[in-house]
């Protein structure tokens, strides 16, 4: 299983960025996905999460200004981030539990660069 992330970069505050995770190899179901962020010295936190069924869940920080959504048919999770703060900049991961057989692994993407700066 392979999770190729995209739509990291440098963006000026107030500004938007989408960012992309598709998982692809031998998988039978995808279940939870997700995105975490890193910020230099800080401790991995989580963004936001949404399950197969399309329940999702937001740290507080970003309620109200990031949106996370999935294309089960492409095995792929987007993260939508609006009005972005110089504090969030960070490095973005994204995070999948995937079917093997009857039990299910976790797996994280190699990560990718957000830059919050003017």
């Known amino acids: 299983v392979q999770l190729v992330e995209s739509g990291g970069g440098l963006v000026q505050p107030g500004g938007s960025l989408r960012l992309s995770c598709a998982a692809s190899?031998?998988?039978?179901?995808?279940?939870?996905m997700g995105w975490y962020r890193q910020a230099p010295g800080k401790e991995r936190e989580l963004v936001a999460a949404?399950?197969?069924?399309?329940?999702?869940n937001y740290a507080d920080s970003v309620k109200g200004r990031f949106t996370i959504s999935r294309d089960n048919a492409k095995n792929t999770v987007y993260l939508q981030m609006n009005s972005l703060k110089p504090e969030e900049t960070a490095v973005y991961y994204c995070?999948?539990?995937?079917?093997?057989?009857?039990?299910?692994?976790?797996?994280w993407g190699q990560g990718t660069q957000v830059t919050v700066s003017s």
């Open positions: 190899g031998s998988i039978s179901r995808v279940n939870t």
């Open positions: 949404i399950t197969r069924g399309g329940n999702t």
């Open positions: 995070n999948v539990g995937i079917m093997e057989g009857v039990y299910e692994s976790e797996y």
